[in-house]
């Protein structure tokens, strides 16, 4: 009768165990994700603080003809590899997640892409640093592909005087 008591104690005991072990699986995945959302978000107030800052980065929106210094280029040229870099962040994350099996919030995921997709339509600047030949050796080819594609769908909008070339698909290969 103990022995069976004892059985049953045991059995309890591993069960819960069990459980406990998967409760914690599943809440270590949710605190991983929601840990790298608060990350993202807090590097977008850091290119809002750039931007309140420095009101003149705005700039990359424009299509006016530049007429600034070399250096006030360079700078433009500085924040918008800032966005990409954050937004090769958010794919690689997004990318491996769905690798993994984890789940991702497809309100994040879509939130995200689309926020990608209205900076490259809109900065004709970012357009013309995807185009250009290097920058498919600094970033990852899937990140490279998406931009493309973002870059592709905005054919038809006007370039940014800084660079003034024609914007092509960067070849992911």
Not at 17 to 45: C, E, M, P, W
Not at 157 to 172: E, M
């Amino acid at each position: 009768m103990l022995d069976s008591i004892a059985l049953v104690i045991s059995l309890v005991a591993a069960a819960l165990a069990t459980y406990a072990a998967v409760q914690t699986y599943h809440l270590d995945k949710a605190s991983f994700r929601v840990s790298n959302y608060h990350q993202f978000d807090a590097l977008l107030i850091e290119i809002d603080k750039q931007l309140i800052e420095l009101p003149q980065l705005s700039a990359i929106f424009d299509t006016a003809p530049f007429e600034g210094e070399p250096l006030e280029k360079r700078r433009l040229e500085a924040f918008v590899y800032m966005h990409l870099d954050l937004f090769q962040m958010v794919h690689s994350f997004i990318e491996n997640s769905a690798q993994k099996g984890l789940d991702i919030d497809h309100e994040f995921r879509d939130a995200w892409l689309a926020y990608m997709r209205s900076f490259i339509h809109e900065c004709p600047l970012a357009r013309e640093i995807l185009a250009q030949g290097t920058t498919k050796d600094v970033y990852q080819r899937s990140f490279i592909k998406v931009m493309g594609e973002f870059v592709e769908s905005s054919s038809n909008r006007p370039l940014h005087p800084i660079l003034g070339s024609a914007p092509r698909l960067p070849s992911a290969g």
